[in-house]
């Protein structure tokens, strides 16, 4: 099995930024892609940005020029800096890996989600 631990969300004012992270853990054999998802409530969970093992990123157009995604390979971590938070920002961020356990099958992962609030 593979685990992911979130981290970083919180209040922030509008204009302000934060930054979150996931760490996977567990017995790994490859993570093909990381990704970060959003849902706001009565809303459905949506793709914010995505990296895969090569480097190759893809946002959301609501989010481009605004979030970056980066990986710290060695450690297992994907990291989303959110520049110019809005307050249709607000939402539980939710970290995915798509990831292959050791002697497991492929599948996507989930972590327990942490919150975003942009609010004054």
């Known amino acids: 099995q593979v685990q992911l631990v979130e981290s970083g969300g919180g209040l922030v004012q509008p204009g302000g930024s934060l930054r979150l992270s996931c760490t996977a853990s567990?017995?790994?054999?490859?993570?093909?892609?990381m990704g970060w998802y959003r849902q706001a409530p009565g809303k459905q969970r949506e793709l914010v940005a995505s990296?895969?093992?090569?480097?190759?990123?893809n946002y959301a157009d609501s989010v481009k020029g605004r979030f970056t995604i980066s990986r710290d390979y060695a450690k297992n971590t994907v990291f989303l800096r959110m520049n110019s938070l809005k307050p249709e920002d607000t939402a539980d961020y939710y970290c995915?890996?798509?990831?292959?356990?050791?002697?497991?099958?492929?599948?996507?992962?989930w972590g327990q989600g942490t919150q975003v609030t942009v609010s004054s």
């Open positions: 567990g017995r790994i054999f490859m993570i093909y892609a």
């Open positions: 995915n890996a798509d990831s292959q356990p050791d002697r497991g099958t492929r599948n996507h992962y």
């Open positions: 990296i895969t093992s090569s480097g190759m990123t």
